[in-house]
């Protein structure tokens, strides 16, 4: 599975982003999909996930409320939606596939990664 990010750039605090990250591969909907970041001297931490069909979502307590998941299989595609957007939300956002049978937050369970893409918040 290769894995493409996009939709990243410059916002102000409180404003919102819409995140892309589109699969190639006919198993796309096999994988369970998330979200990590990575801000400059920090480790990458989970942001979100969704199971296969995108009946489950999970989310980092940091983004609850305010981010969303949501994947559209047949466009090999998972979104992250994000509103109500803080500095402290400024990263590098990266997509990423798992062949597991349930929900890992753990960056280690994802095989496959995408480039990531710049989210910068401005206060």
């Known amino acids: 599975v290769q894995l493409q990010a996009s939709g990243g750039g410059l916002v102000q605090a409180g404003g919102s982003l819409r995140l892309s990250c589109a699969a190639s591969?006919?198993?796309?909907?096999?994988?369970?999909m998330g979200w990590f970041r990575q801000a400059p001297g920090k480790e990458r931490e989970f942001v979100a996930a969704?199971?296969?069909?995108?009946?489950?979502?999970y989310y980092a307590d940091s983004v609850k409320g305010r981010f969303t998941i949501s994947r559209d299989n047949a466009k090999n595609t998972v979104y992250l939606q994000m509103n109500s957007l803080k500095p402290e939300d400024a990263a590098v956002y990266y997509c990423?596939?798992?062949?597991?049978?349930?929900?890992?937050?753990?960056?280690?369970?994802?095989?496959?990664w995408g480039q990531g893409t710049q989210v910068t918040v401005s206060s």
């Open positions: 990423a596939a798992a062949a597991v049978v349930s929900h890992s937050d753990d960056a280690r369970d994802y095989s496959y």
């Open positions: 969704i199971s296969w069909s995108g009946g489950s979502t």
């Open positions: 591969g006919r198993t796309f909907s096999r994988y369970y």
